[in-house]
């Protein structure tokens, strides 16, 4: 605010509003502030470089505002317009979510099957993790119940409607215990009590995790996070570096190690 202040003629100043935006909506959860902010963008500034991110960043709005269908326009938009880019593979991937979330999984999994993979790590991890997740769980409509309850968790966690999202997974794994879905119900039932701080809670379903499901995709994550949870939440040394290492040891190919290996060293004051 200081630099809009200081500097309103200043190129940058679109992409410092627009990041304003990003802040109140994301920080700060002030959805209707954000708006205003990224209208402004939009309406004074279409020729600017933050734009499209802020449309993009309106159809997010739309989205945790349970408003689908506007989102769905919104991205659509963004993606026809950009067309290539890391904007445009962002809003794609959103278009697959909007899709995964409404029960639409043959068109989310033809999504994320063109999207480019190489764009940005993070978006590629995201669209892959979401097309594995079709992929091994997606059947004939009539039984697809297990992934739309699961799909329904995903969105009311989004939407930080954290009690809907943890009654529903709780109805998944009462109704479908035995189904290839409950690896993925319980990662996110863990993450999500962490979200609304129940850490001790969260931390013994990360910890329980590799026992139960010790071939799944988010193992060595969820001892990552129970190790992150007794480092910066619980100030847990030892029981960090602990768990920091037993991820080394038991998932030495993680792509989590080195990060896991660098905090090692923090806390041990490695060449300090």
């Known amino acids: 605010r200081i630099f809009l202040q200081e500097y309103p003629s200043h190129a940058a100043y679109p992409e410092v509003l627009q990041h304003i935006g990003r802040l109140q909506q994301e920080i700060f959860y002030a959805l209707g502030d954000a708006e205003s902010t990224l209208k402004e963008v939009i309406e004074k500034f279409p020729a600017s470089m933050a734009f499209q991110e802020a449309n993009f960043d309106m159809g997010r709005i739309a989205v945790l505002r349970d408003e689908l269908p506007k989102a769905r326009l919104i991205f659509s938009r963004v993606e026809e317009e950009l067309r290539i880019g890391e904007l445009a593979e962002r809003a794609r991937f959103e278009l697959a979510l909007i899709h995964f979330y409404q029960g639409e999984f043959d068109a989310a999994l033809t999504l994320t099957q063109v999207m480019n993979e190489n764009t940005s790590t993070d978006i590629a991890n995201d669209a892959i993790e979401l097309k594995v997740l079709l992929f091994e769980n997606k059947g004939p409509d009539s039984l697809n119940a297990p992934l739309n309850l699961y799909a329904d968790a995903s969105l009311a966690a989004r939407q930080r409607l954290h009690n809907k999202a943890l009654s529903t997974l709780d109805s998944l794994m009462l109704q479908y215990g035995n189904h290839p879905l ?16 129940r850490t001790e809670e969260a931390l013994a379903a990360f910890l329980e995790f590799p026992l139960i499901h010790p071939e799944s995709f988010f193992v060595d994550r969820s001892l990552f996070t129970a190790a992150q949870i007794y480092d910066y939440e619980l100030g847990k040394e030892e029981l960090a570096i602990e768990t920091y290492s037993r991820l080394l040891n038991e998932y030495s190919g993680s792509l989590l190690a080195s990060q896991a290996r660098e905090r090692i060293r923090i806390l041990r004051g490695d060449g300090i």
């Open 182 to 197: 409950m690896d993925d119900a319980r990662f996110l039932k863990a993450t999500t009590l962490r979200e609304i701080g």
